[in-house]
């Protein structure tokens, strides 16, 4: 059974930085696309980021330029490294993995933008 652990949420000052980290473990053979989510308030949970098995990324309108998603195959972990964080960044961030064709997702670790 695979298991995601998530850590580096917290609270942060606009402008500030945060970097997530989301670890798999269990059994694993390959690991494919592995992303990013987040949910605020009141709002539907949206795609944030996401890196295929290649390398190749995809990034929401609101974050480009400022957030990072990387992996370690060798780690099995997934980061997100977020800058010149917005108070509209604020949510519950969730990572999720695809794994032999089925999707896996994390427990999900609070990002609050506020000062």
């Known amino acids: 059974q695979l298991q995601l652990v998530e850590s580096g949420g917290g609270l942060v000052q606009p402008g500030g930085s945060l970097r997530l980290s989301c670890a798999a473990s269990?059994?694993?053979?390959?690991?494919?696309?592995m992303a990013w989510f987040r949910q605020a308030p009141g709002k539907q949970r949206e795609l944030v980021a996401q890196?295929?098995?290649?390398?190749?990324?995809d990034y929401a309108d609101s974050v480009k330029g400022r957030f990072t998603i990387s992996r370690d195959n060798a780690k099995n972990t997934v980061y997100l490294q977020m800058n010149s964080l917005k108070p509209e960044d604020t949510a519950v961030y969730y990572c999720?993995?695809?794994?032999?064709?089925?999707?896996?997702w994390g427990q999900g670790t609070q990002v609050t933008v506020s000062s």
């Open positions: 999720r993995v695809l794994v032999d064709s089925r999707f896996y």
């Open positions: 269990g059994t694993i053979f390959t690991i494919n696309a």
């Open positions: 890196i295929r098995s290649g390398g190749s990324t």
